[in-house]
Nanobody, 117 residues
Framework: QVQLVESGGGLVEPGGSLRLSCGASGTMLRFYGMGWYRQAPGKQRDLVAGISAAGSTKYADSVKGRFTISRDNANDVVNLLMNSLKPEDTAVYYC???????????WGQGTQVTVSS
């Protein structure tokens, strides 16, 4: 059974930075394209950034130039470095397969990111 575990969220002031990490049990993330998604209250879950198994990346327009997705294959984690955070970045952040969502993997619990002064 695959289990995804997100960590690194928290409360940060506007303009601040956070680094999120995604690990897994029951599989090896290094073999799959992975993405970071976020869901704000009352909104749908959207892709923030994706990275292929080979390292190609894709970003939502709203985070280009501020967020960086990366892989650490030695530790089998996928990271999301978030700089210049804005209040509108406040959401629960999840990692999951990308680009295909048609898998049997369950979603993890996510990690809350709150950007507020």
């Amino acid at each position: 059974q695959v289990q995804l575990v997100e960590s690194g969220g928290g409360l940060v002031e506007p303009g601040g930075s956070l680094r999120l990490s995604c690990g897994a049990s029951g599989t090896m993330l290094r073999f799959y394209g992975m993405g970071w998604y976020r869901q704000a209250p009352g909104k749908q879950r959207d892709l923030v950034a994706g990275i292929s198994a080979a390292g190609s990346t894709k970003y939502a327009d709203s985070v280009k130039g501020r967020f960086t997705i990366s892989r650490d294959n030695a530790n089998d984690v996928v990271n999301l470095l978030m700089n210049s955070l804005k209040p509108e970045d406040t959401a629960v952040y999840y990692c999951y397969r990308w680009p295909s969502l048609t898998t049997t993997w369950p979603w993890g619990q996510g990690t809350q990111v709150t950007v507020s002064s």
